[in-house]
C-alpha cells in the first residue's frame, strides 16, 4: 500500500509559474488589467476565439452572460443535471427556472434529443457541458438552437484543449472555461469567456468591472481614466493580474500538461481493461480531441457487492483520494424541494449518479502513481 496519500486532483505549479509571480508581485501592480489582457490575448490565439474577456471564476462569466441575455422570472434554462452547482444556482437565483436535460449513459453529456424533450416556448439558453475534457456532439445541438433561435453557452470548464470536429472549444459560439485549481490550468481561481459574438463579449467586459466601460484600474499604471463613469450597473468580476500572471506561464504549457493527463489515461485504460466491476466512460466516436481532465468510472455496484460511497471510503483508507463529479443537481437539497422532475426523465443521470467515481488525474502523477491506484482498485474488490 502506498504511504503518501495520493490527491485526487491539485494543481501543478513549477518554477516558471513562481517566478511569472513573484515578477508581478515585486512590480506591486497587482491588479491592474496589463496581464490581464495579456492572457486575453494568449487564449484567444491558443483557442482562436474572437474575443475572451477574463474573470474572476467560471461562476463569474455565466453570471455574466444570464445578465447579458436578461434571463429572468418566467425564463426557462436547459442545462445538464450532472453537473457543478454554480450555473443552476445562478439560473435560480435569476429568477429563471433551471430545466434539467438526461446524460447519454456513457459519456454523460447532454446531445440535441434529450434537449429537445425539454423545450417549451419559455425556453431561453441552453447550457450544454463539455464533461471531463471530452467535447459535446454541438453540431446537432447548434442546429436545433439555431432553428429554435435560443441562445447557446457551452460550459467549457473542463475543455480547455479540447476539440470538435478539429476545431478547438471556444473557437465557434460562447464558451465558459474555469482555472479553478482542478481545471487544465489554473490561476488559482480564475475563468474565461470566449465568444465570436462582440456583442456579448462587450457587455460582459463592462459588467466585469462596475459597468465602467474600461478594463480595470492602472492600465499604463497612471489608474484610471477621469472619463469613466457608469454605463450601466455593473458586477466586480474581473482577474487579478496576480491571476493572469500564473495563468499564462501555465498556458504556455497547455499542451504539454494536456499531453500528459492524456498518458495516463491511457495507461489506466489498459491497466483497468479486465476488472469486470469497473467501466470507464466511453469515448465518443465522432471527430473530437479529449483534454482528459477527469478521469471518471463507473463501480457495477452489483457486481462489486458495495455501494460507490463505501469504494470511495475503502480506497481513501489505502491513501488514494477520489472524486465525485458530480452529485447531480437535482438530487441535492434545495432542488429537491424547489424543482419538480418527471421520475424517469433522468434516468441515466440516476444511474451514473450511483455508480460514478473519479480517479486521481493530474499532470504531474506519475505512471507508477497510476499502478497504485490500480492496485488499490483491485485490492479494495478483492477484499470485499
Ligand atoms: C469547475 C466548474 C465550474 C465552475 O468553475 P469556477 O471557476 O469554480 O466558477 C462550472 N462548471 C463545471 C462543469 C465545473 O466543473
Not at 252 to 259: H, K
Not at 341 to 356: C, D, K, M, Q, Y
Request: hydrophobic share 45%; net charge neutral; charged share 20%.
Amino acid at each position: 500500500m502506498r504511504t503518501a496519500f495520493l490527491p485526487f486532483s491539485h494543481a501543478c505549479i513549477n518554477e516558471a509559474d513562481i517566478s511569472a509571480v513573484s515578477e508581478v508581485l515585486r512590480s506591486c501592480r497587482v491588479a491592474g488589467d496589463a496581464q490581464a489582457s495579456q492572457i486575453e490575448q494568449c487564449f484567444c490565439e491558443y483557442t482562436g476565439a474572437r474575443e475572451a474577456v477574463a474573470l474572476s471564476s467560471a461562476t463569474a462569466g455565466m453570471h455574466l452572460v444570464l445578465a447579458a441575455l436578461g434571463i429572468g422570472p418566467g425564463d426557462e434554462v436547459i442545462t445538464p443535471s450532472m453537473t457543478w452547482v454554480s450555473t443552476v444556482n445562478l439560473i435560480a437565483l435569476a429568477g429563471a427556472k433551471p430545466v434539467f436535460a438526461d446524460v447519454e449513459r456513457d459519456t454523460l453529456m447532454v446531445s440535441a434529443e434529450t434537449i429537445q424533450r425539454c423545450v417549451t416556448p419559455r425556453t431561453k439558453l441552453i447550457i450544454p457541458v463539455h464533461f471531463a475534457g471530452a467535447a459535446v456532439d454541438m453540431e446537432p445541438i447548434r442546429r436545433l438552437a439555431e432553428w429554435l433561435r435560443i441562445f447557446l453557452v457551452e460550459d467549457a470548464a473542463h475543455a480547455l484543449g479540447a476539440e470538435y470536429h478539429r476545431s478547438r472549444i471556444g473557437r465557434t459560439g460562447t464558451a465558459v472555461f474555469s482555472f479553478h485549481p482542478i481545471k487544465s490550468i489554473s490561476t488559482a481561481e480564475g475563468g474565461m469567456l470566449c465568444s465570436d459574438n462582440p456583442l456579448l463579449a462587450g457587455f460582459v467586459r463592462r459588467l466585469k468591472f462596475y459597468g465602467l466601460g474600461v478594463d480595470a484600474y492602472d492600465r499604463q499604471g497612471r489608474g484610471m481614466p477621469a472619463e469613466a463613469e457608469v454605463l450601466e450597473p455593473g458586477y466586480k468580476y474581473n482577474m487579478t493580474d496576480v491571476s493572469a500572471a500564473l495563468g499564462l506561464s501555465q498556458l504556455a504549457r497547455v499542451e504539454a500538461l494536456n499531453g500528459r493527463r492524456t498518458e495516463l489515461a491511457m495507461h489506466y485504460l489498459r491497466r483497468l481493461e479486465g476488472i469486470d466491476e469497473i467501466v470507464p466512460l466511453a469515448v465518443p466516436q465522432y471527430t473530437m480531441r479529449h483534454a482528459w481532465r477527469l478521469f471518471i468510472v463507473r463501480l457495477d455496484t452489483e457486481r462489486a457487492g458495495m455501494s460507490r460511497d463505501a469504494f470511495m471510503l475503502k480506497l481513501g483508507e489505502k491513501n488514494i483520494g477520489t472524486g465525485l463529479h458530480f452529485r447531480p443537481v437535482h438530487t441535492q437539497r434545495y432542488y429537491r424541494k424547489t424543482i419538480t422532475v418527471e421520475p424517469g426523465s433522468l434516468a441515466n443521470t440516476e444511474w451514473n449518479s450511483e455508480r460514478i467515481v473519479s480517479l486521481p488525474l493530474f499532470a504531474d502523477m506519475t505512471t507508477a502513481d497510476v499502478d497504485d491506484v490500480v492496485d488499490a482498485v483491485k485490492a479494495v474488490l478483492c477484499g470485499r
